[in-house]
């Protein structure tokens, strides 16, 4: 089975510009999650989904983030306008229940320049 | 508040010397309790799930064991490939389908020859 996709693996922007960040989970995992990992505050949960729902965003950093599941196959997670901070690691993960394991795809590793 | 420290920060082994990794915790109702490892570049991948105190899990060189305040990652005759991070994630009790992962900074193991 293939584990949790996502695209690019890297991205390099100037800062001001938009960036997209893509995942396709685990067929048949209702829940998808978009983390972000950084050396200061380590693994953080930015939002998550349950089947297709956005259920709490409460970790999103601020308004220019923003992230989309338009159906059980995709998800987006959407930086606009980039900011130097916002480099980090950003990972998605999915699980077939709430309370299931979470699979995590290998990350899009982000520099804002 | 629901917190999760790892020790020691990073680990420095000779291939053969045992050791233990520690995930202590406070959290309102453990429901689960997850180890990952985590390689550089790549996203955390699934090792343990433990669910309640005296509950071990074995897989190759590792073994993972809980308590009612901490876990434990006892890692016999490493070898140089288990040179990794180990993170350390709990889940809460909950309503509504959902099990918050919160994760602990983790331990970088480097394992020498």
């Given at each position: 089975d293939a584990g949790v996709i996502q695209s690019p693996r890297h991205e390099v922007t100037e800062m001001g510009q938009e960036v997209?960040?893509?995942?396709?989970?685990?067929?048949?995992?209702?829940?998808?999650?978009?983390?972000?990992?950084?050396?200061?505050?380590?693994?953080?949960?930015?939002?998550y989904?349950?089947?297709?729902?956005?259920?709490?965003?409460?970790?999103?950093?601020?308004?220019?983030?923003?992230?989309?599941?338009?159906?059980?196959?995709?998800?987006?997670?959407?930086?606009?306008?980039?900011?130097?901070?916002?480099?980090?690691?950003?990972?998605?993960?999915?699980s077939r229940t709430g309370g299931e394991t979470q699979y995590f795809g290998p990350g899009t590793r982000l520099l804002v320049l | 508040e629901d917190q999760v420290t790892q020790s020691p920060e990073a680990l420095r082994l000779q291939e053969g010397e045992s050791s233990s990794l520690n995930c202590s915790y406070t959290v309102s109702g453990l429901r689960g309790l997850f180890w990952y490892r985590q390689d550089p570049g790549?996203?955390?991948?699934?090792?343990?799930?433990?669910?309640?105190?005296?509950?071990?899990?074995?897989?190759?060189?590792?073994?993972?064991?809980?308590?009612?305040?901490?876990?434990?990652?006892?890692?016999?005759a490493p070898k140089p490939e288990d040179s990794a991070t180990y993170l350390c994630a709990?889940?809460?009790?909950?309503?509504g389908?959902?099990?918050?992962?919160?994760?602990?900074?983790?331990?970088?193991?480097?394992?020498?020859?």
């Open positions: 997209t960040l893509r995942c396709k989970p685990i067929s048949g995992h209702d829940y998808l999650f978009w983390y972000r990992q950084t050396m200061m505050r380590g693994l953080e949960l930015l939002i989904f349950n089947n297709n729902v956005p259920i709490d965003d409460s970790g999103m950093p601020e308004d220019r983030f923003s992230a989309k599941m338009p159906n059980a196959s995709f998800s987006t997670l959407k930086i606009q306008p980039s900011e130097p901070r916002d480099s980090a690691v950003y990972f998605c993960a999915s | 790549k996203g955390p991948e699934f090792l343990f799930t433990l669910y309640s105190a005296g509950e071990e899990k074995e897989k190759e060189r590792l073994k993972a064991t809980l308590t009612k305040k901490e876990s434990f990652l006892h890692i016999t709990v889940q809460a009790e909950f309503s389908g959902y099990n918050k992962l919160i994760f602990g900074a983790g331990t970088r193991l480097a394992v020498h020859p």
